[in-house]
């Protein structure tokens, strides 16, 4: 579904990311796990459009979707859970999650998925009318998740979903994104929490200073010894 070839990305003098390439096949959670400044975020902000790439291509389903705008890419079937999960805090739950469905004219649809999401994230429903400011941290990554869905997307890029959650939200917005995926949505997923990243993932690329280090199986990896000194805190 989505192949990154030899990907460079400059942020001024900045060489922030370095020949890297990476594949995610449909169907598949695939996560990019790294310590902060090592080029996780760059890497989804470059595929959704959102930082220009200086050389290289990705591939999403056989097209190269370097220098398309970000609305287009999100036509296309991308959808991107930034990090801080960027809400509308001053509108409703509501006026968010139609938001999310700005590129679509689909209205009957739209209700349909707007149901949807309340089905999977049942405190959205109960605060629908309210502001999306006053939602907990946990409702607010739910809320930011919902909001991409309403974009119909086949790939979905989530940016540090558990940041700032407590753990028992934490394994609650995982099992989540378990079942966004079993309903037929591939994942790319940022997490710092790399322990919960490779329990849910199907495959894995560990990135550093701006370069892909290892992939392989989430499952080789989190039993991998280097992984675990440097990532696991084992």
């Known amino acids: ?3 990154i070839k030899n990907l460079n990305v400059f942020y001024g003098g900045i060489h922030a990311l370095k020949d890297i390439s990476l594949k995610v096949n449909s169907g598949e959670i695939v996560t ?3 310590s902060n400044g090592s080029g996780k975020t760059t890497t989804l902000r470059t595929i959704s459009g959102l930082e220009k790439a200086k050389s290289g291509e990705i591939l999403y389903e056989n097209q190269n979707i370097v220098g398309i705008q970000a609305s287009d890419i999100v036509k296309m079937g991308i959808s991107h859970v930034p990090e ?3 809400i509308f805090g001053t509108m409703s739950v509501l006026e968010n999650l139609e938001i999310g469905a700005y590129a679509r004219t689909d209205k009957e ?3 349909k998925d707007i149901k949807k999401v309340f089905e999977l994230f049942p405190i959205l429903y109960e605060r629908r009318s309210q502001n999306a400011i006053n939602l907990s941290g946990g409702e607010q990554q739910m809320l930011a998740i919902g909001r991409a869905l309403l974009s119909r997307p086949k790939l979905l890029l989530l940016d540090e979903p558990s940041m700032g959650l ?3 939200i934490v394994k609650e917005i995982f099992e989540i994104i378990k079942n966004i995926n079993n309903s037929g949505t591939t ?3 940022v997490e710092q929490n790399a322990k919960m990243a490779l329990l849910n993932a199907d495959r894995a690329y560990i990135i550093k200073n701006g370069r892909i280090e290892l992939e392989g199986k989430a499952n080789d990896l989190l039993n991998n010894e280097l992984v675990k000194k440097a990532y696991l805190g084992g």
Do not use: D
């Open 1 to 3: 579904m989505l192949e």
């Open 32 to 34: 990019l796990i790294g």
């Open 84 to 86: 801080g999960r960027r």
């Open 109 to 111: 649809n739209i209700k």
């Open 166 to 168: 407590a753990p028992m």
């Open 187 to 189: 994942i790319m997923l």
